[in-house]
């Protein structure tokens, strides 16, 4: 079975997010972008946990399904062009800030667990070191070595994924935590790692230029702080659906089980290049190199972006593909492209009455961007720049202003 898995989100309880996201919500949401396995977000926090044990039953092995009363509200609000199943899995972010090797080190993990009973065992430990009802993705002063162990010992069907493993300020090597690798990071237990995040503001190619990321699965999610930005980075499987089916796929990363990734153009990722956004200034890692790092406006230190961290890890030149690399496709959101063909804002009423027309016509948001034809879309009749659009968006024919220091690159379509 082809299906779309995003699985990496975030629920309400955690910060700077949507009060919106429930699992009513993220399902009707889900449906209307094409994914059929979504994760829940913060399982170590209480409340949403017991959120997701009163709406969620269990369905395939390690898969989760809103139960029927609670399916019926969701299903009546989704077109019926994009209803279908959807699956959920228990995921959690942890953010792991520890002192190693003399230097402060700050890590964002992703876990996962086959069921609540595994998942309540994982978060019990952590929970003598944190409240873990102050944030959905708890702050814990613990070593990312140890969580992993945790995680591994509390069940063999239990994994860990290090998050946007490029990020500046919260990754295992991005700039300010200074690892290396990920065996510096989670010493002999890295060889348990099978897969790595690798964020809005890299794509494959980047990563395929570090030969140690070689024997890992590349994965892509959304990292969804609101219903509207799932599926921005997604994965595609063809398997069984199940839990044990998912993960045996990204195990083999054989491009038949699990098929590639759904990716950002990753200049518009927000730690794309170098910079300070207090300044305004945006550099490459050739001009931060220039300017001794510093900030030529304001002479404090330059953040130093995803560009700048894998030239400084990679032990490959640009273009090299390695052996076994998996296909991916960029995309960019579907109301960011109508927006760009109807030269209005991407929140605006117009844009969110062609989007929902588009839906019903033809189906989930993935669908339209990736495999509707051409032709149905113009024949949809949203805007007469539309179809042209989203050529171009799969042809790759799209400029971006590059993100930096947080701010989130600018795209354009359209001449």
């Given amino acids: 079975m082809e299906f779309v898995a995003d699985l990496h989100i975030h629920s309400r309880y955690s910060l700077a997010t949507s009060k919106a996201l429930s699992p009513t919500t993220l399902h009707m949401a889900a449906r209307r972008k094409g994914i059929t396995v979504l994760g ?6 209480p409340a949403w946990i017991q959120e997701l044990k009163n709406h969620l039953e269990p369905a395939e092995p390690g898969f989760f399904r809103l139960r029927k009363e609670h399916l019926k509200q969701a299903e009546r609000t989704v077109p019926t062009s994009c209803r279908g199943e959807v699956r959920f899995v228990l995921q959690a972010e942890i953010s792991n800030i520890y002192k190693k090797a003399g230097k402060t080190r700050k890590v964002h993990n992703l876990v996962y667990a086959p069921d609540f009973e595994t998942a309540a065992r994982i978060a019990k430990p952590l929970g003598k070191l944190q409240n873990l009802a102050s ?6 002063k613990m070593d990312s070595a140890e969580l992993l162990k945790i995680v591994l010992a509390e069940s063999d069907r239990s994994f860990l994924v290090p998050a946007h493993i490029w990020t500046p300020h919260f990754s295992v090597l991005g700039a300010f935590s200074d690892f290396g690798s990920l065996e510096e990071c989670y010493g002999e237990s890295a060889k348990h790692i099978f897969a790595v995040e690798t964020g809005l503001s890299s ?3 980047m990563n395929w ?8 699965a590349l994965v ?3 990292d969804a702080h609101s219903p509207d930005k799932l599926a921005r980075e997604a994965n595609l499987f063809d398997t069984a659906l199940s839990y044990d089916a998912m993960v045996a796929a990204l195990k083999a990363k054989n491009g038949k089980t699990f098929r590639g990734t759904i990716e950002f153009f990753p200049a518009e990722g927000k730690y794309h290049l170098d910079g300070h956004r207090a300044c305004g200034v945006c550099l490459t890692p050739a001009e931060t190199r220039k300017h001794s ?3 030529p406006a304001c002479g404090k230190e330059i953040t130093k972006g995803v560009c ?5 890890l990679a032990d490959r030149p640009e273009g090299a593909r390695p052996k076994g690399a998996l296909p991916y496709e960029s995309l960019i959101a579907l ?3 109508l927006s760009e063909a109807m030269s209005v804002g991407p929140a605006s009423k117009r844009v969110g009455t062609a989007y929902e027309k588009m839906l019903a016509a033809l189906g989930p948001e993935l669908f339209v961007l990736r495999q509707a034809p051409l032709e149905d879309i113009a024949a949809v009749g949203v805007h007469p720049r539309a179809a042209k659009a989203v050529g171009r968006m799969r042809r790759g024919e799209v400029s971006v202003a590059p993100g930096y220091d947080g701010q989130y690159g600018v795209v354009c379509l359209l001449p």
């Fill in 335 to 337: 109301r960011t492209v």
């Fill in 220 to 222: 892509s999610n959304s």
């Fill in 135 to 140: 944030d959905g993705r708890p702050i814990v």
């Fill in 40 to 45: 829940t977000g913060d399982f170590t926090h």
């Fill in 293 to 295: 790092g510093c900030c």
């Fill in 308 to 312: 700048h961290r894998v030239e400084a």
């Fill in 209 to 216: 230029r570090v030969s140690s990321l070689d024997r890992v």
């Fill in 203 to 205: 794509d494959p190619p």
